[in-house]
């Protein structure tokens, strides 16, 4: 039984295959945009807690440190920020 495969050779299946690509390329950079920004977002959030406890003076562990870097979550780095400004000690922070 031989089947007739001349439509995936003709130039409308490669202009749509060539379309497909093209839509998956472009999807593909505005996801990549898209976790750059969140990344890029979080990074200087955290060096924003780390800027606020060092203008009060309060200094992280090492361990604490790994913590902030580490973590991605923007809206956890933003409540950690935001008791920065009122914490006395940097387990206040994390507590």
Do not use: H
Request: aromatic share 6%.
């Amino acid at each position: 039984m031989d089947t007739d495969l001349s439509f995936f050779r003709s130039e409308s299946a490669q202009r749509l295959r060539a379309q497909g690509r093209e839509q998956g390329f472009e999807q593909g950079l505005e996801e990549g945009r898209e976790q750059g920004r969140e990344q890029g977002l979080g990074q200087g959030v955290a060096r924003s807690v780390l800027t606020v406890l060092t203008g009060r003076g309060i200094e992280l562990s090492a361990d604490q440190r790994k913590l902030l870097a580490d973590t991605t979550d923007v809206d956890q780095l933003n409540a950690w920020l935001l008791r920065a400004v009122t914490a006395t000690r940097a387990e206040e922070l994390f507590g």
